[in-house]
Nanobody, 123 residues
Framework: VQLVESGGDLVQAGGSLRLSCATS????????IGWFRQAPGKEREGVSC????????YYADSVKGRFTISRDNAKNTLYLQMNSLEPEDTAVYYC?????????????????WGQGTQVTVSS
């Protein structure tokens, strides 16, 4: 099982980025995929999640209306489109795979993690 994030960058406030999470070694049909972030000195927090069926998505209140999670089953890849970025969004972003019944924002319930990608938003 492998998850590899990419797409992190330095961007100005108000800008956009699209993060990718390339997966291998398992079927997206059997795992929920979550995006988490961790800023220096802060706990890892759930940002978004897409269910194993792809039919349900979840977002933290802080990113609702600005971030969109999606997936491409043919490419085994997940995406996090981030618009209207704010300096508070600066963090290392991780994708993680968990069982279909996962409590989406609870990091401890995810079994597999990527290495993370840095997002820095300048003011």
């Amino acid at each position: 099982v492998q998850l590899v994030e990419s797409g992190g960058d330095l961007v100005q406030a108000g800008g956009s980025l699209r993060l990718s999470c390339a997966t291998s070694g398992f079927s997206l049909d059997y795992y929920a995929i979550g995006w988490f972030r961790q800023a220096p000195g802060k706990e890892r927090e759930g940002v978004s999640c897409i269910s194993s069926s792809g039919g349900t998505t979840y977002y933290a209140d802080s990113v609702k209306g600005r971030f969109t999670i999606s997936r491409d089953n043919a490419k085994n890849t997940l995406y996090l489109q981030m618009n209207s970025l704010e300096p508070e969004d600066t963090a290392v972003y991780y994708c993680a795979a968990g069982p279909p019944w996962v409590t989406w924002s609870r990091a401890s319930e995810y079994a597999y993690w990527g290495q993370g990608t840095q997002v820095t938003v300048s003011s």
